[in-house]
């Protein structure tokens, strides 16, 4: 990972703004995920669109004229080493503007997300991710709810062992169904990162965009 991060610093993150943009789901969503990788890629995309288009919309322009770029990281599991899988995405804080040749481009930065921009936008990749799994057949909806069609039983330990991580339960053994207790260190937070504007939370999804990185702040970055 180290080293990932160095390459990514020194070769491919051009010395511009960074924004990291942490976006976790609901139980149900990490449980198809672990199960169905090809479905996870196709919300990646979801997710990648909709924060890119946000971006470049609120720099005043549109997705013909100008263009943002972001890595993602999947994170698969938390801090207790329970099957939690999540998007890591560090994002241009901007967006870049192309000249009528082609031959440079200029870049534009943005600010930070005001306080109610990150409830809108998780709102508004919630109802697309919503959308996308209806019509791959994974999700199912009646009069008043909706569920995922996941074609799992019992008898399949990895499904088994998979739900219980997910849901922080202990899955073996004499103490099998009970929450497990954690306790944990809280790593030092920076007052300055801490924006309650930053966080948006909808049926489940939870987005944060609170940590960025200026430009001249490459080892922050290589830490991100």
Same mark, same amino acid.
């Given at each position: 990972m180290a080293e990932s991060a160095a390459?990514?610093?020194?070769? +491919?993150?051009?010395?511009?703004?960074?924004?990291?943009?942490?976006?976790?789901?609901? !139980?149900?969503?990490? /449980?198809? &995920?672990?199960?169905q990788?090809?479905?996870?890629?196709g919300v990646l995309g979801i997710v990648y669109r909709a924060i890119a288009t946000h971006l470049i919309h609120k720099a005043g322009y549109t997705r013909k004229t100008a263009h943002t770029g972001a890595v993602t990281l999947i994170q698969c599991f938390g801090s207790a080493l329970n099957l939690n899988i999540h998007f890591h995405m560090l994002f241009l804080d901007g967006v870049y503007l192309a000249d009528a040749k082609g031959a440079s481009a200029r &870049?534009?930065?943005v600010n930070e997300p005001a306080s109610a921009?990150?409830?809108?936008?998780?709102?508004?990749?919630?109802?697309? +991710?919503?959308? !996308?799994?209806?019509?791959?057949?994974?999700?199912?909806?009646?009069?008043? %709810?909706? !569920?995922?069609a996941l074609d799992t039983t019992?008898?399949?330990?990895?499904? +088994?062992?998979?739900?219980?991580?997910?849901? !922080?339960?202990?899955?073996?053994?004499? $103490?099998? @169904?009970?929450?497990? /207790?954690?306790? $944990?260190?809280?790593?030092?937070?920076?007052?300055?990162?801490?924006?309650?504007?930053?966080? @948006?939370?909808?049926?489940?999804? %939870?987005l944060h965009a609170g940590v960025a990185a200026r430009a001249d702040q490459r080892h922050k970055l290589e830490r991100l």
């Open positions: 390459l990514l610093v020194d070769e +491919v993150l051009p010395e511009q703004p960074m924004r990291q943009w942490v976006l976790s789901f609901p !139980y149900p969503l990490r /449980f198809l &995920f672990a199960s990788p090809a479905i996870m890629t &870049f534009h930065r921009e990150p409830t809108q936008l998780v709102h508004t990749i919630a109802h697309r +991710v919503g959308r !996308y799994l209806e019509r791959q057949g994974w999700l199912e909806r009646d009069a008043e %709810n909706s !569920y995922l019992d008898d399949d330990p990895l499904s +088994v062992l998979q739900g219980h991580s997910i849901s !922080y339960r202990i899955a073996l053994g004499p $103490q099998a @169904g009970r929450k497990v /207790f954690t306790l $944990q260190t809280l790593p030092p937070v920076d007052a300055d990162e801490m924006h309650s504007g930053t966080v @948006g939370e909808v049926a489940g999804f %939870n």
